[in-house]
């Protein structure tokens, strides 16, 4: 109303809606769904990679070839048919390396984002229920969380525990859970004070019905969007630690890997890292759009 | 040509919103004429279209709605037509408008003092000192006490009684002709809506300013029109004087309505609310809109639109737009 | 305590009584300054004592601050108070240990004012209605079910919309579907606050019919908080006038309607708007000047005194006048009418 207000008080030439074209307001709202359609293309190409990946990768990443390592695209001189994105150092073909590479990136991704999705949304219900005690001591140790380098946890996590699939979800889980408790935690402090709160306490509702039948629904649409977005962090972290050689280790393909191994010879043979580069880009360029999509989505003041 | 002695003259307005649901009607066919100088009523219930009759004065529909057909003569000039450079001009200057909610209205982060001062300069070419002086004649023109030391308040340090005499200062200081109050006293509580309306009576006399006031209490309607029109549905179903449409209201939404009111005394009787529901305004059914909850409906009030008939005198109209009255049809929509 | 000698002694355990309070308060701190000190209170409620009979209505009424919508949170112990005694049916609620509390809460319910906020939106409106039943472990799935389209009809909704979320209904069905939940569990008293504010005139009597309704038929207590007069005059039995935190009258509806005594409750019933216009312009109408004091400064002695009408003098700014008993269950607390007498 405030600016319907200042428009009567006289604002700025044309803040005329009436005078506002229709066309814009319609472009508007496609590139809105847009994004949600390429996030969801993209997201579901990655998916079924992961999961079809014998069915569709054209051959076995691990098998290696003296003589055909570091050949070039098809495309190029020098090129096979066999070998469309070209093979790497090994002469292990890139895009049968890159199609099996999904799935680290899915397994990692998904499970690390379900462990940390849930320690950190258990914690930050109950931090923000309880906000004056535990809320308090819970809130510190998230502080103390999200001030550490990623990197630098796990090198010290991975220090100790080692490497390897499991412990990789770990430390990604470890590093993440801090961002949905923070975000919980806020949600639930503002959901405890509406209306139908005290009236379910009224009602004769425990502490513990609350939290979960009617406060827990109300706060999940905006951990929902964060966990979209925690995609994109779960794969650049993921290639980022595998590159550093915390991560996966090798022969198991990974994006990550690719890169670090590709790097060494982006000199002779540009497309290892390329592809595998432009394979994280996609990734986590869809998972942006599809969580600012969702976030649009499910906030009822616009008209999506 | 309309006619020259009315301020403010809307003919056949129709401001339709176009949503996902369907096409809103939210304001269907509303023709109504402002005197200068008096006070005009416009009430309903929520979803009447109340709001949107004001905002449509001021062209400040927004999206997606659209002002669809109609024209709207301030001092017989179409407004419509306008370039919004002009429109500019004319809210606040000429047609200024007060809110409902106080809080949501004014900035919290400037002092109102800077507020008004804003609005003066945005329609004036004064200096920041003269502009000043005028706004603390305004806050004391609304009963403020201590003005001098109050334009330097934010609106926060007022209570809400006060928040909206703040409003109706910044809305007076840029000195319109006409006032548009959108049920500025809903938040209040009674005592203070008591004061508030005394107010602009008080403004009336003292500025002579012609005030169009939506409203869904009939009480208000009572204490502060010369004439009200009642809206249902997006049309004006009854208008005339107010002692007429509340004494001996002719339709039977307006009378329906009137008896729904606990009043005084009713203790020992039955109040008997009107059955059913306001009509989906995106599904219009033809015929009179009130029909489906009619008590005294005939055939043929659902055959086709209804007509406004004039059961008044030709200065005093007391128009109604129901078929229990066929007679006389209103044909200027001068006497409106 | 002069009002106990003239008050509440008669009344007191009176088995009529359903709700019995006495000297009730409730200070909330204010804190401020760089270190957070309690730099003041707001005595929303101070030392007020009434009773509630069985199966009446009785009403409460005044303007923001005086503290009516903290009293029903104080019956339902949703706030807790900070002194005072609160019986029910004879009972002490205050010393009722955490699991009979929740037992109470089936005798025990509320209204809430918003129908916008005070229904969870992504909780189907059967499953609200149900859920106090759920909560109070009352009774199993098939008799609950039974349960939520019984109440669903009585309040007037269509018991197949049971599936359907708050925002497909309107302000005055969602007000139903509150009290639907309030009745759910055959509750002795419901404390309505502020039941039809937010409502339309249509919506505003349908429901006031439903609360006169819950009396007759179903023969449950109701405390109803308003602002509106008119309504507040329709529906109860009793009504009560508070202002900053003190009752300031008490009377039978009728009585209090037609001869109010106290300049606070003569103002209130001067702003009540007419809808006779020709009356709307005659009539005498007592203006009170200023605005309501802040809760966090209330005047001294009688909290009315810096705006009433006939304002006496010191004694007015010296102490808090006592609740008086006029007769025929009528109660002001005001020097200038008890010292001229009825």
């Not at chain 1, 004070?193 to 502490?207: P, T």
């Not at chain 2, 606040?92 to 106080?102: L, R």
């Not at chain 2, 201590?146 to 926060?156: I, K, L, Y």
């Not at chain 3, 309040?155 to 139903?176: I, M, N, T």
Request: with cysteine; aromatic share 8%.
């Amino acid at each position: 109303m405030e600016e319907v207000q200042s428009k009567v008080m006289g604002g700025r030439q044309g803040d005329d809606p009436y005078a506002s074209p229709r066309w814009k307001q319609r472009l508007a709202k496609f590139s809105r769904n847009l994004k949600g359609i390429f996030g969801m293309l993209v997201i579901g190409a990655v998916l079924f990679c992961a999961i079809f990946s014998s069915l569709i990768a054209p051959q076995d990443p691990y098998t290696q070839s003296l003589e055909a390592r570091l050949a070039p695209p098809a495309w190029e001189k020098g090129g096979q048919k066999d070998h469309l994105l070209g093979t790497d150092h090994l002469g292990r073909d890139v895009l049968s390396r890159l199609i099996y590479g999904s799935r680290v990136s899915v397994i990692v991704g998904f499970s690390a984002i379900f462990v940390s999705g849930t320690i950190g949304v258990l914690l930050g219900l109950i931090a923000g229920y309880f906000s004056r005690i535990a809320g308090a001591i819970i809130m510190r140790i998230v502080d103390m969380f999200l001030s550490i380098p990623y990197v630098l946890m796990a090198i010290a996590v991975i220090a100790a525990i080692g490497t390897g699939l499991f412990n990789l979800i770990l430390v990604l889980a470890l590093t993440r859970w801090s961002h949905y408790a923070r975000i919980m935690n806020a949600t639930v402090i503002k959901i405890k004070e509406e209306e139908y709160i005290e009236a379910a306490r009224a009602r004769g509702n425990s502490s513990l019905r609350i939290m979960v039948r009617q406060i827990l629904p109300n706060a999940i649409p905006p951990i929902l969007v964060l966990a979209t977005l925690e995609l994109a962090f779960m794969i650049i972290m993921e290639a980022t630690l595998s590159f550093l050689g915390l991560g996966v280790q090798p022969p198991t393909p990974t994006w990550g890997l690719m890169s670090s191994e590709g790097r060494e010879y982006i000199t002779v043979a540009w497309w290892i890292i390329t592809f595998s580069g432009l394979a994280i880009v996609f990734t986590v360029l869809g998972a942006n759009l599809l969580g600012d999509w969702l976030r649009d989505i499910l906030d009822p003041r616009l008209k999506v | 040509m309309p006619a020259s002695q009315n301020i403010l003259e809307i003919q056949d307005l129709r401001t339709f919103f176009y949503t996902s649901r369907g096409v809103v009607k939210a304001v269907n066919n509303v023709s109504f004429a402002v005197k200068p100088g008096e006070i005009l009523g416009i009430a309903g219930e929520s979803g009447s279209g109340k709001t949107v009759v004001a905002l449509s004065i001021l062209r400040l529909i927004p999206f997606p709605g659209k002002i669809v057909s109609g024209e709207i003569f301030y001092k017989g000039e179409e407004l419509l037509r306008k370039p919004p450079s002009e429109m500019v001009k004319i809210r606040g200057a000429e047609i200024g408008m007060i809110f409902q909610d106080p809080m949501s209205s004014l900035n919290p982060v400037f002092t109102i003092g800077k507020q008004i001062v804003s609005a003066i300069q945005a329609h004036q070419k004064v200096s920041k000192e003269k502009a000043l002086e005028e706004a603390i004649r305004m806050v004391k023109a609304v009963n403020i006490p201590d003005p001098e030391r109050r334009v330097n308040a934010f609106q926060h340090e007022f209570s809400g009684g006060m928040k909206q005499r703040v409003m109706i200062a910044l809305a007076l200081s840029c000195h319109p002709r006409v006032l548009i109050a959108d049920n500025p006293t809903t938040a209040l509580d009674s005592t203070i809506q008591l004061q508030f309306l005394n107010l602009i009576l008080d403004l009336r006399k003292t500025y002579g300013m012609t005030i169009l006031y939506i409203t869904h209490d009939f009480g208000i309607a009572a204490k502060l029109c010369d004439r009200v029109a009642v809206l249902y549905a997006g049309e004006i179903i009854e208008i005339g004087s107010v002692f007429d449409v509340l004494k001996s209201p002719k339709h039977p939404y307006t009378r329906g309505l009137i008896d729904s009111y606990p009043t005084p005394g009713m203790r020992q009787k039955r109040i008997h609310p009107i059955e059913g529901k306001q009509p989906d305004l995106a599904f219009l059914p033809l015929g009179c809109r009130f029909a489906p909850r009619c008590k005294l409906v005939m055939p043929d009030c659902l055959a086709a639109d209804i007509e406004f008939f004039e059961t008044g005198t030709e200065e005093k109209g007391h128009g109604v737009r129901c078929l229990l009255y066929k007679g006389r049809k209103i044909e200027s929509r001068k006497s409106l | 305590m002069g009002f106990a000698a003239s008050y509440t002694k008669v009344e007191k355990l009176n088995p009529e009584n359903l709700f019995e309070v006495i000297d009730l308060s409730k200070f909330f701190p204010v804190y401020g300054g760089t270190f957070l000190k309690k730099i003041g209170e707001v005595r929303a409620v101070d030392g007020i004592s009434f009773q509630i009979q069985k199966r009446e209505i009785l009403g409460l009424v005044g303007e923001s601050g005086c503290g009516k919508s903290t009293v029903g949170r104080l019956l339902l112990r949703l706030i807790e108070p900070t002194t005072g005694t609160i019986l029910f049916e004879g009972q002490d609620l205050l010393a009722l240990p955490k699991q009979d509390l929740l037992k109470m809460r089936k005798e025990i319910q509320m209204v809430f004012q918003d129908p916008f906020s005070s229904l969870n939106p992504r909780v189907s409106v059967g499953q609200t209605i149900a859920d106090p039943l759920q909560s109070l472990k009352l009774e199993d799935h098939q008799a609950i079910e039974k349960r939520v389209r019984e109440m669903m009809t009585i309040v007037g909704l269509d018991p197949s919309l049971e599936r359907k979320y708050p925002h497909e209904f309107s302000g005055g069905d969602r007000q139903r579907i509150g009290i639907a939940a309030a009745l759910a569990v055959n509750p002795k008293f419901i404390f309505f606050d502020e039941p039809v504010s937010a409502l339309d005139v249509s919506a505003q009597a349908q429901i006031l019919n439903l609360i006169r309704y819950i009396r007759d038929e179903l023969e449950i207590t109701v405390l109803i908080v308003a602002h509106n007069l008119s309504v507040v005059e329709y529906v109860s039995d009793r009504v009560a006038v508070m202002y900053l935190g003190k009752i300031v009258e008490l009377a039978p509806t009728e009585l209090l309607y037609q001869t109010p005594r106290h300049p606070y409750t003569q103002a209130l019933m001067s702003a009540i708007p007419t809808l006779d216009p020709e009356e709307a312009r005659k009539r005498q109408e007592i203006v009170l000047r200023g605005e309501i004091p802040s809760p966090l400064n209330a005047p001294s002695g009688c909290k009315f005194h810096t705006r009433c009408q006939n304002f006496l003098g010191e004694v007015c700014v010296q102490k808090d006048p006592p609740l008086t008993d006029l007769g025929n269950g009528h109660f002001v607390a005001c020097y200038l009418v008890t010292s001229r007498g009825r």
